[in-house]
């Protein structure tokens, strides 16, 4: 059964700091791994990763893929409030597209 | 620059009740999703479908039924509604395999 699976579920941390999610995946025919940010509403698109090693940023948030290890990790540096928000993970397997639970990040002032 | 619509944006149903969401796309996208999104549960791929006329199971497909008989038009059918689907329903859409889905701005559904 194809799944993906994110870590932490939550995280507080203080304005300023930098922070990690992860995200790891088991699944047949994988095509990418998608990271998204949900604010109130629709998930925005944030990343895709098809290539092991290779590191996409924009900003000062950034994420890499290993296809050995099956995850992928979004680095978000020098946090700030605005970045409060649930970060979604997911991966294009076969024709589907499947989303782990989320981390909810919340950055204190 | 409508992208994905999603009708009705709110809905309250008694259960037993039926209902049908509309979702419609002007981007020419092949695969279209509809997921429903719980609290603490991410987005749970309800069905899928890649391209006109074409519907598969995702990970929770009871007690929901689907047609894509336009290219543009994906519609997620309820047919008695019970108050565990009580959610936040989206639609997204993608313009061929493992590439970024665009979604709608969802549809929160009460059944009470």
């Known amino acids: 059964e194809d799944k993906v699976v994110q870590s932490p579920l939550s995280l507080v941390v203080h304005e300023g700091d930098t922070v990690t999610l992860n995200c790891s995946y088991e699944?047949?025919?994988?095509?990418?791994l998608l990271w998204y940010k949900q604010e109130k509403k629709a998930p925005t698109f944030l990343f895709m990763l098809?290539?092991?090693?290779i590191e996409k940023k924009s900003g000062r948030l950034s994420s890499i893929l290993d296809k050995k290890e099956l995850f992928s990790i979004l680095n978000i540096t020098a946090t700030q409030t605005g970045d409060s928000a649930v970060y979604l993970c997911?991966?294009?397997?076969?024709?589907?597209?499947?989303f782990g639970k989320g981390t909810r990040l919340h950055i204190l002032p | 620059n409508a992208g994905v619509t999603q009708t009705p944006k709110f809905r309250v149903l008694k259960t037993g009740q039926s209902m049908t969401l509309l979702c419609a796309q002007d981007?020419?996208?092949?695969?279209m999703y509809w997921y429903r999104q719980d609290p603490g549960m991410g987005l749970r791929l309800i069905h899928y479908?890649?391209?006109?006329?074409?519907?598969a199971k995702g990970e929770v497909p009871d007690g929901y039924n689907v047609s894509r008989l336009k290219k543009q038009n994906f519609l997620l059918g309820l047919e008695s509604a019970a108050p565990s689907q009580t959610s936040v329903y989206f639609c997204?859409?993608?313009?061929?395999?493992?590439?970024?889905?665009?979604f709608g701005q969802g549809t929160r559904l009460t059944v009470v």
């Open positions: 098809t290539s092991s090693g």
């Open positions: 699944v047949t025919n994988f095509r990418s």
């Open positions: 479908s890649v391209g006109e006329g074409t519907t």
């Open positions: 997204a859409s993608s313009p061929f395999l493992g590439v970024e889905a665009f």
């Open positions: 997911a991966g294009g397997f076969d024709d589907k597209i499947i």
């Open positions: 981007m020419n996208h092949e695969y």
